[in-house]
T-cell receptor
Framework: DAKTTQPNSMESNEEEPVHLPCNHS???????IHWYRQLPSQGPEYVIH???SNVNNRMASLAIAEDRKSSTLILHRATLRDAAVYYC???????????FGAGTTVTVRA | GAVVSQHPSRVICKSGTSVKIECRSL??????MFWYRQFPKQSLMLMATSNEGSKATYEQGVEKDKFLINHASLTLSTLTVTSAHPEDSSFYICSASSPVYSNQPQHFGDGTRLSIL
């Protein structure tokens, strides 16, 4: 399975943007890049996903490198409610499974 | 609102008892559901894939006779931890996804915290 590498933790100030990097140098052409987050004592929550082009939704933006070997999740204005563990996951086309790594723990300072 | 409902949210019981956890998809029919386990300060580990109308597929190292999965309808999957012991104490989470588009998001329940005394 193609794997991802994320920093263990990141800190941000409230109202400031957060850029979460993810390296996936062994990504294949049919792998989608998915991001989920998990708030304390809750199940994970879908954030965003993409294949080649950058993607935006109400929660975040996903910037995908041209060679697709890395991507960045962008939270435009962090709030205290964004404090969570963020997981970057590669998901092969047609595969329902999600394999969770350690993720990045995001702390937001008031 | 929540699209996957998990019940109960917390269970505390004695060693040796069996515990059933329910996972319901509220807004769509789910032919496939997933069961995960998460120990403190660790990531989610997939235990099994629950398929409506057929046997579940278990990940390597997960005992199928200990973790019984039933997916009798398109909206309900159950996980029964049989003869639970303290080492089975964990956070159990289910998820479901649309059967039509394979790259649609998975929707997760809020988890069940199981504590075996």
């Amino acid at each position: 399975d193609a794997k991802t590498t994320q920093p263990n933790s990141m800190e941000s100030n409230e109202e400031e943007p957060v850029h979460l990097p993810c390296n996936h140098s062994t990504i294949s052409g049919t792998d989608y890049i998915h991001w989920y987050r998990q708030l304390p004592s809750q199940g994970p929550e879908y954030v965003i996903h993409g294949l080649t082009s950058n993607v935006n939704n109400r929660m975040a933006s996903l910037a995908i490198a041209e060679d697709r070997k890395s991507s960045t999740l962008i939270l435009h204005r962090a709030t205290l409610r964004d404090a969570a563990v963020y997981y970057c996951i590669l998901r092969e086309r047609g595969d329902y499974k999600l394999s969770f790594g350690a993720g990045t723990t995001v702390t937001v300072r008031a | 609102g929540a699209v996957v409902s998990q019940h109960p949210s917390r269970v505390i019981c004695k060693s040796g008892t069996s515990v059933k956890i329910e996972c319901r998809s509220l807004d769509f029919q789910a032919t496939t559901m997933f069961w995960y386990r998460q120990f403190p300060k660790q990531s989610l580990m997939l235990m099994a894939t629950s398929n409506e109308g057929s046997k579940a597929t278990y990940e390597q190292g997960v005992e199928k006779d200990k973790f019984l999965i039933n997916h009798a309808s398109l909206t309900l999957s159950t996980l029964t931890v049989t003869s639970a012991h303290p080492e089975d104490s964990s956070f159990y989470i289910c998820s479901a996804s649309s059967p039509v588009y394979s790259n649609q998001p998975q929707h997760f329940g809020d988890g069940t915290r199981l504590s075996i005394l």
